[in-house]
């Protein structure tokens, strides 16, 4: 993984290659180099909080503060140890003493979460089976159509672009296109979760759907950055665009 400063300065060397190579033989003069507003002392800080933020969200934090639920003193002494590594100090004791301890403490956490979240789990989906409204298929998918959609609908080697929110079975958002300016996202149906395949084959362009998607068909027993493992995910899926068939 490129780091986003690195990544951004690889892209511009890359570029200024490439521009290079390309160059023809009467060159236009170049436009006026854009003017960059220098940032205020508070944007400063501002743009470093933006870089650990992007960092971090791309890195297992999230995913390690999921699964064991870290209590806010215990993200304090989590980041002092990132703040270590940072400046590359080692750190004042010997893990030696204390690793055999400290993975079975983690592994407990892991373990009461995975249960309280198991039955969490399961009261969701027998709440969900108990709706009339709501259809099981075989694969264990549960579906709700709010709105049919055209004719038409995707195959699974279609491309297409929905809005969607997704929700893990507390409620809590996980991810959704209302916090990218409910800018609709494109992926080909073969590329998702197989319960997301099945489910928006379901409505044509125009359609929305809830989908109730159980660990299985979703991100299994290892989830994947803010969801848990054996998670059942809640999506409500607005289907915009059939782009094309592979």
């Avoid at 490129?2 to 170049?30: G, I, N, R």
């Avoid at 400063?44 to 969200?57: C, R």
């Amino acid at each position: 993984m490129k780091y986003p400063v690195l990544a951004a300065l690889a892209v511009a060397v890359a570029s200024l290659h490439a521009a290079e190579e390309a160059k023809p033989a009467a060159v236009a003069p170049p436009p006026p180099a854009k003017i960059v507003k220098p940032l205020t002392p508070d944007q400063v800080k501002l743009a470093w909080t933006m870089l650990g933020y992007s960092i971090a969200s791309q890195s297992p934090m999230p995913q390690v503060n999921s699964q064991l639920e870290l209590t806010d003193e215990e993200i304090e002494l989590f980041l002092a140890g990132v703040r270590q590594a940072i400046r590359g100090d080692k750190p004042k004791f010997d893990p030696a003493e204390i690793g055999e301890g400290a993975d079975a403490m983690f592994q407990d956490r892991v373990n009461a979460k995975a249960g309280k979240w198991g039955k969490q789990n399961d009261e969701f989906l027998a709440k969900i089976d108990a709706d009339k409204s709501v259809t099981k298929t075989a694969s264990g998918l549960r579906y709700k159509i709010l709105a049919p959609g055209s004719a038409v609908k995707p195959t699974a080697a279609s491309t297409v672009k929905c809005r969607y929110e997704g929700k893990l079975v507390d409620g809590k958002v996980f991810d959704s296109t209302k916090t990218r300016n409910n800018e609709p996202s494109e992926f080909p149906l073969s590329g998702v979760i197989p319960a997301w395949t099945e489910g928006v084959q379901l409505i044509g362009v125009g359609g929305k759907i809830v989908l109730y998607c159980p660990a299985a068909i979703a991100y299994g027993d290892q989830g994947q950055g803010p969801i848990p493992g054996k998670s059942t995910l809640e999506f409500e899926v607005e289907l915009v665009e059939i782009s094309k068939d592979k």
